[in-house]
């Protein structure tokens, strides 16, 4: 089946502008994850969602960032005032239930000018 | 807090030597350790998790409490080994995994 996908796969913006990233989970997986990797390092965790709710959101760096997944299956990631710093592919994984793999997205590549 | 380190950037053998990358963690708790894999534009997979005591296209590691590492070694290294390798750690019943910063594993012919 379709593994989990996400769009777009990469996304230039400017300073302050506000942007989406999408992320579709493998279809019956309740889990959802969005980490953020910053060149030369490893995924660094933002959120993780159990169904619609977000169970964990200590990864968040600020209040500029947020993510919905109001239907259980699709999750937006939503920056606000971007900074150059941000810039970084943010990835996105889903899992079956809470203790089963982890399977990964090809993540987004923000890019902020 | 939970922390990872893979202390190699980098690591280049020739086909057929043996491998060994290195994972260390911090974490007080008994934790549940993973090595991810990405091969050259592919995505991020799981290779091997400890609790599972499998190996996984030859590679193996093992939980050392007392050292507090989770080394992955294969024997005998392959060319379709290379690629980036990361180990993460998951503690406390989190769901989050905390990678390391990852080895680059170049397999030369």
């Known amino acids: 089946g379709a593994g989990v996908s996400q769009t777009p796969s990469n996304k230039v913006t400017e300073k302050g502008k506000y942007v989406e990233l999408r992320c579709d989970p493998i279809?019956?997986?309740?889990?959802l994850y969005w980490y953020r990797q910053s060149l030369g390092q490893g995924p660094e965790f933002l959120i993780y969602f159990q169904g619609t709710g977000a169970a964990d959101d200590s990864g968040l760096p600020n209040d500029r960032f947020f993510a919905v997944r109001p239907e259980g299956s699709v999750s937006t990631l939503k920056i606000q005032r971007t900074e150059r710093g941000d810039s970084a592919v943010y990835l996105c994984?889903?899992?079956?239930?809470?203790?089963?793999?982890?399977?990964f997205g090809p993540g987004t590549r923000l890019t902020v000018l | 807090a939970q922390r990872v380190t893979q202390p190699e950037k980098l690591l280049s053998v020739f086909k057929g030597a043996p491998v060994e990358l290195k994972c260390n963690y911090s974490y007080s708790g008994s934790p549940e350790l993973f090595w991810y894999v990405q091969y050259s534009r592919q995505r991020l997979q799981l290779l091997l998790r400890?609790?599972s005591r499998e190996s996984i296209k030859g590679f193996t590691a093992d939980l050392n409490k007392g050292e507090t590492s989770f080394h992955l070694k294969k024997p005998f290294a392959q060319e379709e080994d290379s690629a980036m390798y990361y180990c993460a750690l998951n503690g406390a019943g989190r769901r989050a995994l905390t990678f390391g910063s990852g080895t680059r594993l170049q397999v030369q012919p």
């Open positions: 279809s019956g997986h309740t889990a």
């Open positions: 400890h609790i």
């Open positions: 994984a889903s899992s079956f239930d809470r203790a089963d793999e982890q399977f």
